[in-house]
């Protein structure tokens, strides 16, 4: 898991789960990524209020289950509500939607790129973290900087994925 914002990029963490076969859970996901969150929030939101004053910043999830999207109930929607977490609003499935998507992808080709591959999961872990640590944080900014404009092409194109 890992969290991107304009002059913000988290540490990257690995998760794990507790459900059927190491499933990730709504429980997993509130004990390992939401109590964590408030440090990040508080960073997110001063650099949102140095660029504009009034704006709360916005978190973006995907649409895995375990975020609890489904309920207004669940164990996450409540730790949200009680915390003042503010959801971005947009498709769940759409990763022309999310820019953490395309730093996922980063990750990935440029370990497809690499001439030695893992062996062991140990291994997978330190060339992920070394590939995240690599992504710079003026290409995330571009990323965060273009969001309303990926908005604004996703609703012309009728929620039709967008030329990216």
Not at 61 to 74: L, P, V, W
Request: hydrophobic share 35%.
């Amino acid at each position: 898991w890992g969290a991107i914002g304009y002059g913000y990029k988290s540490p990257l963490l690995f998760l794990d789960g507790s459900g059927k076969k190491g499933a990730f859970t709504q429980k997993d996901y509130l004990s390992q990524v939401l109590e964590h969150l408030q440090p990040i929030l508080e960073a997110f939101a001063a650099v949102t209020h140095l660029l504009r004053p009034s704006v709360e910043p916005l978190f973006m999830e995907d649409g895995n289950s375990a975020h609890g999207h489904k309920s207004t109930r669940n164990y996450c929607a409540r730790y949200r509500t009680a915390h003042g977490i503010i959801l971005m609003s947009h498709p769940s499935t759409s990763p022309d939607m999310n820019p953490i998507e395309k730093c996922w992808r980063r990750i990935k080709q440029a370990l497809h790129r690499r001439r030695r591959q893992h062996t062991t999961v140990a291994e997978m872990k330190a060339m992920v973290l070394e590939e995240w640590d690599r992504i710079p944080q003026d290409w995330i900014n571009e990323l965060i900087l273009k969001q309303e404009h990926w908005v604004q092409v996703l609703m012309e194109r009728h929620g039709w994925s967008t030329p990216n």
